[in-house]
């Protein structure tokens, strides 16, 4: 050894610090369409849910959605319609 290279608890004392910073890796895209859900259910509802997405070859949160998507109705707030005469 050389000598000159510091060793121990010292060794990156004199070196400057990069001004870069570190980068992290793109993760997967952002599905701006879909959110998050949790959602408990007892254990039987759990099992039929499982047997019904592996027979559709599908995951039990796409047959959640699914079945929201087919069975509930959809609402919506109409901001333009008219307030009722105050008494």
């Known amino acids: 050894m050389d000598g000159q290279e510091p060793t121990g608890e010292d060794a990156g004392a004199d070196r400057p610090k990069s001004g870069r910073t570190r980068r992290r890796p793109p993760g997967k895209p952002a599905e701006a369409d879909k959110r998050s859900l949790n959602l408990r259910v007892d254990e039987a509802t759990y099992q039929r ?25 959809e609402f919506s707030i109409h901001r333009n319609a008219t307030r009722p005469p105050e008494v």
């Open 49 to 73: 849910l499982t047997v019904h997405a592996l027979m559709r070859k599908t995951t039990i949160s796409e047959l959640v959605m699914g079945y929201a998507r087919d069975h509930l109705r």
